[in-house]
């Protein structure tokens, strides 16, 4: 039924009442009509009526009903029509009725109080009742301790953590993450019991181009609560678990005795002639099995020991770089912040200021040494002094820094066949 119908069947009926009330015989029955109906819940965040979808009830009219008349109650506001019934000839009794929601969809029911039912009999007299209805607003849902931003470790896994907390029962977790540009679902994790409260732990694969991730939590009454965690782009990349040789033998010529920084790759004594350009550092170890790291100019007495069966490597020393090393020893504030920056993957530069006051890398060379007492600005461990500052020259006169972490050294019965390996940061 349309608005303007409903409007005038409320004047008509009003009229009627006004009639009913000069005959004081007719204004009620002398028989009460009977309204049985549940007591009704409405959530105001979801919008919908418990216990069932819809405000209902039954009336039971002795005398016998033509119309009814529903209308929406509450405080501190004028009583809204939001309903009117029509009983058939077999319902003018016994009539069941149900109100649609969408009457009163728009309506602002924080402050609902009930559904008051107008009844208007054959005869014109007439029978008020009143169907329960009080608001809820339950509880919003939270998301807590998840990080503001979080980096992709080296095999480019990000742990999502936190905590989802809802008094009205979880019901699911959503991961998304934008590396199409807008936010795109990775992941729907449901939960089950509907706990109010769920530790959240989610390995995520990053994705290229992604800058931010979201996690949305779901409760049993469909409310919503999101985090959103950025993603800031790297401005260098991060190459693992790099193995170095040191110089080889005639019979056994290394294969990964010099670091290319700009692909993290590694070139042997057989195929780095002609690429020497190329080389930031090369690995080196003496017969008193110290394994040093060595910047390319700084090679002119030792690059005969790097050989290829019966030929020796003969670099043209103006194709080398000029690299400078830097061990970082902890105990400084710049130094500590650094190390920890590391440990907890936050680093995203790596340019001069990152380094903060540690004077630039001006080492030629970077030595092992396992005892910590030893550890100086060109001698570092793997336990404590482990991390090292490499500057690269490039041709225009700038510089790439580079951040090694040494992992193992493997100092071999043959010394010239030892191992170094290591993860290294190169800027882009």
């Known amino acids: 039924m349309n608005i303007k119908r409903m409007l005038k069947l409320s004047v008509y009926v009003f009229g009627l009442l006004i009639c009913a009330s000069c005959k004081k015989d007719k204004t009620t029955s002398s028989v009460p009509d009977t309204l049985s109906s549940k007591d009704f819940i409405f959530n105001t965040a979801n919008k919908q009526i418990t216990p069932d979808p819809e405000i209902g009830a039954e009336l039971s009219s002795p005398t016998g009903i033509q119309l009814i008349y529903a209308y929406l109650v509450r405080n501190n506001t004028t009583d809204s029509l939001i309903y009117i019934g029509t009983p058939t000839a077999a319902q003018q009794h016994q009539y ?20 008051r039912i107008l009844v208007k009999h054959l005869d014109n007299s007439s029978f ?58 990775v992941a729907q994790i449901p939960i089950t019991g509907s706990p109010k409260s769920q530790d959240i732990n989610y390995a995520y694969t990053y994705r290229k181009n992604a800058a931010n991730l979201k996690v949305v939590i779901t409760d049993n009454f469909d409310l919503t ?3 959103s965690i950025k993603i800031p782009l790297k401005a260098f990349n991060f190459y693992q678990d790099i193995t170095m040789m040191a110089n080889g033998t005639a019979a056994a010529p290394s294969t990964n005795s010099f670091f290319v920084g700009e692909t993290g790759t590694t070139l042997g004594s057989c195929n780095v002639s002609g690429q020497e350009s190329k080389v930031d550092f090369l690995g080196y170890c003496t017969s008193t099995s110290i394994y040093t790291i060595y910047t390319p100019t700084n090679t002119s007495t030792i690059a005969k020991n790097y050989k290829c069966g019966t030929l020796i490597w003969e670099p043209n020393t103006a194709d080398l770089k000029a690299t400078r090393f830097r061990v970082l020893i902890p105990g400084t504030a710049d130094a500590d912040r650094i190390y920890a920056a590391y440990t907890a993957n936050t680093i995203t530069e790596l340019n001069d200021d990152f380094f903060g006051s540690i004077a630039v890398p001006g080492s030629s060379t970077a030595k092992f040494d396992p005892i910590v007492a030893n550890q100086a600005a060109a001698v570092f461990n793997l336990t404590q002094a482990y991390l090292i500052w490499i500057r690269v020259p490039k041709a225009d006169g700038t510089f790439t820094n580079q951040l090694m972490r040494a992992k193992e050294v493997n100092i071999a019965s043959t010394a010239a066949l030892s191992t170094m390996k290591f993860d290294i940061m190169v800027s882009k």
């Open 128 to 185: 008020e009742g009143m169907i329960k209805v009080t608001a809820f607003t339950p509880p919003l849902p939270k998301l807590e301790n998840v990080p503001a931003t979080l980096l992709p470790d080296g095999s480019g896994k990000i742990t999502l953590t936190g905590k989802a907390s809802s008094e009205n029962g979880l019901k699911q977790i959503s991961i998304y993450d934008d590396y199409q540009g807008t936010f795109a679902l």
């Open 96 to 115: 069941p009725f149900s109100i649609p929601a969408a009457n009163y969809a728009q309506a602002k029911m924080q402050q609902v109080k009930g559904i």
């Open 225 to 227: 609560a999101e985090a």
